[in-house]
Structure formats: C-alpha cells, structure tokens
C-alpha cells in the first residue's frame, strides 16, 4: 500500500503542482529565463481573487506633469505590450541581444521592477555633455570610429518601460536618445509600464541591480 502511495506522489502530484489556473496565454503558462546566472519565473499571480493594493491602484494624477503618453513618442519607434516584452525578455536580454531599461529615478527601481531590468534613469539622458552620451551608448554595444562618430551596427536592441500611460519618463529617455542618433529601429516602448505589468499580476522583482552586459 506504501508502494502505491508513493508511486501516486512521485507521479501524479507533480502533474497537479504544474497546474496554472492564471496563464499567461492559453499556450504559455509561465516562462522560465536565466538573468544574470539566476532563473526566474515570470508568471501570473494565481489568486483569481488578487487585487491591486499599492500605488498602482491610483487612476487620477495632476497633469501636468502626470500626462497621458502617445502611443509612439517618437515616430518610428515601436510600441509594444507584455507579450511582446516577454519576448524581448527571453529572446533578447537572456541572449545579450538586448536592454531592458527601467527608465524611472532609482527610488521606484529600488522599491520593483520588472525581471531583468536595468535602471538607467531617465535624467541622465538630458545631459548635453557629447562624452556622457557616447559611453551609454558605448554601454549599449555601439562602436567610436576613428573619426569619433558613433557606428551602431552591433548596438543591442533597447525596451524601455516607466511607471505606465501617464509616465513621461521613459518617453523622455526615448526622445533625447534619439536626438543624440541612437536608431528608432532599435527602441521599443513599453508604454503600460510598470501599472501595465501588476495589473496582470506579471511576476516583478525588487531591487534586482542588474548590470548592463
């Protein structure tokens, strides 16, 4: 009798504990990344009966400075939506391919993020100092030629996210690169941000402090 309980554990019981109520789509019920030497889990949050209770929560804010964002802030740059950022996140940062950039001050960063972001705040893209912006854009696989011009063939992919629709934040990061010839082939907006993301009860981190590879 043992025999066959433990035969029903080892078998059956691991059928039950891979049961997800909460998908992420109908095909994909979490996916599994490797950050920085770690594994993650990003999934949903299985409690059907979870709700927002922090500052995400807020509907209303004083605009300005808390305005609604375009889809697009810089023509030619893609929007994209949580799938998609899953995407980026497995086929492009797990492979060194690409950058997710939390775009927010180090305070939020610190408090959550999303799995595999960097905080690399929007304020540091408003300097005007040509040497500041040619080493993040050296941090972002770009090359200097010799006659001091930048050359992005091998520049990594960027996603960058904020705090959500009324987050001017990673739009502004967006627009100042771009002024400075980062390509807007290469720039992906995730424009639901972070209240995007928990609102689908999306798996997030705190203070992971990632660094840019």
């Not at 500041?132 to 010799?146: E, H, R």
Request: net charge positive; with cysteine.
């Amino acid at each position: 009798m043992k025999k066959i309980f433990f035969l029903i554990v080892t078998i059956i019981f691991p059928l039950f504990a891979e049961f997800t109520q909460v998908k992420i789509t109908q095909d994909i019920p979490y996916i599994n990344v490797k950050i920085s030497g770690s594994n993650v889990k990003i999934h949903r949050i299985n409690d059907t009966a979870n709700m927002l209770t922090d500052d995400f929560t807020k509907t209303s804010r004083v605009c300005p400075p808390f305005c609604v964002q375009p889809i697009r802030p810089v023509e030619g740059v893609k929007n994209i939506e949580e799938l998609e950022l899953i995407d980026f996140i497995k086929n492009k940062v797990e492979k060194h391919k690409g950058i997710l950039i939390d775009a927010r001050t180090p305070k939020w960063y610190k408090a959550e993020t999303i799995p595999s972001a960097v905080n690399i705040p929007f304020t540091i893209t408003k300097s005007e100092d040509k040497k500041i912006i040619q080493k993040l854009f050296t941090l972002f696989g770009a090359k200097v030629k010799d006659n001091g011009e930048l050359d992005f063939s091998n520049a990594k992919d960027l996603a960058l996210f904020c705090n959500g629709i009324w987050c001017a934040q990673s739009p502004t990061f967006i627009k100042n690169i771009v002024k400075h010839g980062y390509p807007k082939e290469k720039i992906f907006y995730y424009r639901s941000g972070m209240q995007g993301w928990k609102l689908l009860g999306l798996t997030t981190v705190i203070s992971a402090n990632e660094e840019v590879k």
